[in-house]
């Protein structure tokens, strides 16, 4: 009899483990096949989610993703008719005059008026050669020659124009168009640059352009606050013939606490995820730092050794908490998880009507409202993890903000600083885009050109400039410039320079 309730006990034991193995795969499937087929944001129907633990009353849909009520802009033109075509595309008038009086008459014509049909037009990019001609000329006094000097190109032994050059980088990395596509693109208009060639010309251009991207990053660690993240890439080489490296980005934008100082970001590559990456890259930073808990970052906040606090101070992502209660719900009706996702949605209602606001009415409404709902929050999720098992996917979401309560609710207590990381997600989302064309980076040195460039188009994006016009502008004078003035070479800098000599 003991033996077979031994037996008995080991066999349950067994069955439990490989359930939660079955359901720790199922969860992934869901969540990768969500990655790669299913909707990017997270929004439910929160009307649906209340009625899975028994609340009848609906509120207004709680994801920050959605604008507020107050926030929307009404549109002066009717569903389905024609944009306005901008006043700043040039017109060229096709004028069409009537035939001759059908009655023959002869008599004298007077224009009453006019009707005008506007079309867009479109006139295909085109390839032109610059011939740089520099005549020898002789004194017949004198019997000296004179010739100009040669013309600096943008990059050495590189038969290329600045403009070109832009062109090439902006398909790249701002419409994700790879090397080959964009050879073979070239080639049906019989210009043939090998995407090899253009590879190479990339990374002289980044070696170039190092110095903004140093100092991008410099003026990211003069902020307060800054948003990092990591996401994976594919790297060429290795054991396997590839392997898995990693972009760091940094982020400063605080426009959502009324700081209207230009924002920024900078991208960091390397081949490895070690919180020595990190580290490295935010080396002498203090401040706050919002990341995901990625143990990576830890060192960031505590000394490994004597755990004594260091000088960046942890900052939680209550949308990485939501996300995954919402993985648990692409896989169950859970309402366990339903609960969660609508208490969490709540915390991000409040944020929705004081974005923009300056950060101390934000501390204000936070500390009135969302710090009793997170008081709330803590013993609910505590309570609901005392029934689940252990190793379970919805265990594990409950765990993830218990175990770091103090930084997810820090938020509260600054301003400045903001309820989710979604800021520096939305300057991945260009690596996530281009990730899918190009598949894969073909060496270090590539890497590093490429967070150089992707740094350099989502500052642009950030700050309105249009990035091929900077780009275009910037190789051309940055082989002059002045070291000490690179400030002036800054997007947003020189966006309010164009714009000055423009208005004068």
Not at 251 to 265: T, Y
Request: proline fraction near 7%; include cysteine.
């Amino acid at each position: 009899m003991e033996q077979e309730r031994a037996e008995l006990k080991t066999a349950k034991a067994t069955v439990q483990a490989q359930t939660l193995q079955i359901e720790k795969l199922e969860h992934r499937v869901a969540r990768l096949l969500r990655v790669q087929f299913g909707r990017s944001s997270e929004k439910m129907d929160i009307a649906q989610l209340r009625l899975m633990f028994d609340e009848v009353e609906v509120p207004e849909p709680a994801n920050d993703d959605a604008p507020a009520p107050e926030a929307k802009v009404q549109s002066a033109r009717k569903p389905g008719a024609r944009a306005p075509i901008p006043a700043h595309v040039p017109r060229q008038a096709v004028e069409h005059q009537p035939g001759p009086c059908p009655q023959g008459c002869g008599g004298a014509e007077t224009k009453i008026g006019e009707d005008v049909t506007e079309v867009p037009d479109y006139i295909p990019a085109c390839f032109r050669v610059l011939r740089h001609v520099r005549p020898r000329v002789a004194c017949r006094t004198c019997e000296q020659i004179r010739q100009a000097p040669a013309v600096d190109l943008p990059l050495p032994k590189v038969m290329a124009s600045n403009a070109l050059l832009a062109h090439l980088v902006v398909s790249r990395f701002v419409d994700h168009q790879p090397w080959y596509r964009q050879s073979a693109i070239l080639r049906r208009q019989g210009v043939h640059i090998d995407r090899d060639v253009m590879s190479r010309w990339a990374r002289k251009l980044a070696w170039l352009l190092a110095p903004i991207g140093e100092r991008l990053l410099g003026y990211i660690l003069e902020a307060p606050k800054i948003h990092g993240d990591e996401t994976p890439v594919t790297l060429l080489g290795g054991k396997d013939g590839s392997q898995t490296a990693y972009f760091w980005v940094y982020l400063h934008d605080g426009r959502s606490s009324g700081d209207m100082s230009p924002s920024a970001v900078a991208f960091r590559f390397t081949t490895g995820r070690g919180g020595e990456h990190p580290a490295a890259h935010l080396a002498g930073y203090r401040g706050y730092l919002q990341a995901d808990g990625y143990a990576g970052y830890n060192a960031l906040y505590r000394d490994p050794k004597t755990k004594a606090p260091r000088d960046v101070t942890e900052v939680g992502c209550w949308a990485h908490a939501r996300r995954k209660f919402t993985d648990v719900l692409e896989k169950t009706p859970s309402p366990i998880a339903a609960q969660a996702v609508v208490r969490i949605g709540e915390l991000f209602a409040i944020e929705r009507d004081i974005k923009g606001a300056p950060p101390d009415e934000r501390r204000r409404v936070r500390q009135e409202l969302a710090l009793v709902k997170l008081e709330a929050l803590r013993p609910w999720l505590e309570a609901q993890l005392r029934g689940l098992a252990a190793d379970s996917t919805l265990a594990k979401a409950c765990r993830y903000p218990l175990n770091r309560w103090a930084a997810m609710i820090r938020y509260c207590e600054d301003g400045l600083l903001e309820i989710s990381n979604n800021l520096v997600e939305n300057a991945l989302r260009g690596v996530a885009l281009g990730r899918r064309n190009w598949m894969f980076i073909g060496s270090i040195k590539g890497g590093d050109a490429s967070a150089l460039f992707y740094s350099l188009v989502e500052t642009c994006r950030l700050n309105g400039v249009e990035p091929e016009a900077w780009f275009t502008d910037v190789i051309e004078r940055i082989g002059d410039h002045p070291i000490n003035r690179i400030d002036e070479l800054l997007p947003w800098r020189w966006q309010a320079l164009r714009d000055t000599a423009q208005a004068a």
